[in-house]
C-alpha cells in the first residue's frame, strides 16, 4: 500500500478492488491475518472498509467493486451506486479487469465520478454477459439494456 501511495505526488492515483481484496486489506491493515476467514465474514460493511483502507493508507481514491454496486472513497466522502446483476453470466474472471478499464475510460473522456463508476460497472456487465471485453457499440446496448430494466 505505501508503494501505490508514493505515487501521489506524481499523478491521480486510485487503488481498484473487489469486495474480497478490499476485505482482506482491511484485515491486514488492522494487523490481522487476511487468511482469517472468522475474522473476514465480520469485516464492516464496505463503506467503512472503503474509507478505512482511504485513510489508513494515505491513497486518495479507493475503489470498490462487489458484484451488486461500486464506490469510490475520497478525502470528502463515499460515493456508492447500484449495479446490475447479469442473469445468465458467460465468464467471471476478468470482470474487474474491465470495471477497472471503464472507470478509467471514463476519466480519460473527463466523465464525473458517478458517471465513471456507471461506465466501469457497464463495462464490466457486458463483459460477463457477452463473454468478451466490450467495444463502445457493446456498452451502449448494455446501457440501453439497463436502462430499461430500471424504467
Same mark, same amino acid.
Given at each position: ?33 487476511? $487468511?482469517?476467514? &472468522?475474522?473476514?465474514?465480520?469485516? /464492516?460493511?464496505?463503506? !467503512? ?5 482511504? *485513510?489508513?493508507? =494515505? ?13 469510490? $472513497?475520497?478525502? &470528502?466522502?463515499?460515493?456508492?451506486? /447500484?449495479?446490475?446483476? !447479469? ?5 467471471? *474472471?476478468?470482470? =474487474? ?55
Amino acid at each position: 500500500m505505501a508503494i501505490v501511495a508514493g505515487y501521489v505526488p506524481f499523478g491521480r492515483v486510485i487503488l481498484g478492488m473487489n469486495e474480497n481484496e478490499a476485505r482482506r486489506i482491511f484485515l491486514a491493515l488492522n494487523n490481522h491475518s487476511p $487468511a482469517d476467514t &472468522t475474522r473476514l465474514i465480520a469485516t /464492516p460493511e464496505l463503506g !467503512v472498509v472503503s474509507q478505512y483502507i482511504q *485513510t489508513k493508507t =494515505g491513497i486518495p481514491e479507493v475503489l470498490i467493486h462487489p458484484t451488486d454496486s461500486s464506490l469510490l $472513497a475520497t478525502a &470528502t466522502g463515499i460515493e456508492q451506486h /447500484p449495479g446490475r446483476l !447479469v442473469p445468465a453470466p458467460k465468464v467471471l *474472471t476478468g470482470a =474487474g479487469d474491465n470495471l477497472n478499464a471503464g472507470f478509467c475510460w471514463g476519466l480519460l473522456n473527463g466523465f464525473d465520478t458517478p458517471d465513471c463508476l456507471l461506465l466501469g460497472m457497464a463495462a464490466s456487465g457486458a463483459y460477463i454477459q457477452n463473454g468478451y471485453s466490450p467495444t463502445v457499440a457493446d456498452l451502449l446496448a448494455y446501457l440501453r439494456i439497463w436502462a430499461s430494466e430500471t424504467n
